[in-house]
Antibody, heavy 122, light 109 residues
Framework: QITLKESGPTLVKPTQTLTLTCTFS??????????VGWVRQPPGKALEWLAL???????RYSPSLKNRLTITKDTSKNQVVLTMTNMDPVDTATYYC??????????????WGQGTLVTVSS | QSALTQPRSVSGSPGQSVTISCTGT?????????VSWYQQHPGKAPKLMIY???MRPSGVPDRFSGSKSGNTASLTISGLQAEDEADYYC?????????FGGGTRLTVL
């Protein structure tokens, strides 16, 4: 059974750095073609793709946010960590982590976490 | 990096068919066959419904189908059921990242 779960602060102040952890089970990030990514959704708004890390440590970032994002993995702990610097109220959103289907060339997510709401406010 | 364009809302009666469009550019939808569609019920995580333009994951009813022409992809839901009422998002590979659409609210009348 594949599960993913996001964890981190529910409230951060403007200018602070957000650190979110995705803890998963049922698959390994050491397996070829596996990837884990992050997607966010402001309240009442659309999904926005943020970042993706692959089994081989290749990383991809949203062009509009790449200067603020860092994605890393800890294969031994089955975790992926996303950090976002200089948080602003517009970054208030539900943040999801999701698994990229472990097939060469796959460009979609087959399993998602439940999401975690992060509010940016002073 | 602009979001893909979807209609804000569509509606249909039970048993009818509806089509949701998703318009991009020659740099995303028009450049490859990596278009996917996600269904999202209120307060829930997205669920993959279509991938690679036309493919259905195991467990997704064949009432859901996808297509693409040029820079526009479409999701068609036939035989509408009450449980289909949800938000639908298209997603396309754009060279080095993924781009989502603005989302479409499907209402089953």
């Amino acid at each position: 059974q594949i599960t993913l779960k996001e964890s981190g602060p529910t409230l951060v102040k403007p200018t602070q750095t957000l650190t979110l952890t995705c803890t998963f089970s049922g698959f390994s990030l050491s397996t070829s073609e596996v990837g884990v990514g992050w997607v966010r959704q402001p309240p009442g708004k659309a999904l926005e793709w943020l970042a993706l890390i692959y089994w081989n440590d290749n990383k991809r970032y949203s062009p509009s946010l790449k200067n603020r994002l860092t994605i890393t993995k800890d294969t031994s702990k089955n975790q992926v960590v996303l950090t976002m610097t200089n948080m602003d109220p517009v970054d208030t959103a539900t943040y999801y982590c999701a698994r990229r289907l472990p097939v060469a060339g796959a460009r979609y997510f087959d399993y998602w976490g439940q999401g975690t709401l992060v509010t940016v406010s002073s | 990096q602009s979001a893909l364009t979807q209609p804000r809302s569509v509606s249909g009666s039970p048993g009818q068919s509806v089509t949701i469009s998703c318009t991009g550019t020659s740099s995303d939808i028009g450049a490859n066959n990596y278009v996917s569609w996600y269904q999202q019920h209120p307060g829930k995580a997205p669920k993959l419904m279509i991938y690679d333009v036309t493919m259905r994951p195991s467990g997704v009813p064949d009432r859901f189908s996808g297509s693409k022409s040029g820079n526009t992809a479409s999701l068609t839901i036939s035989g509408l059921q009450a449980e289909d009422e949800a938000d639908y998002y298209c997603c396309s590979f754009a060279g080095a990242y993924l781009l989502f659409g603005g989302g479409t609210r499907l209402t089953v009348l």
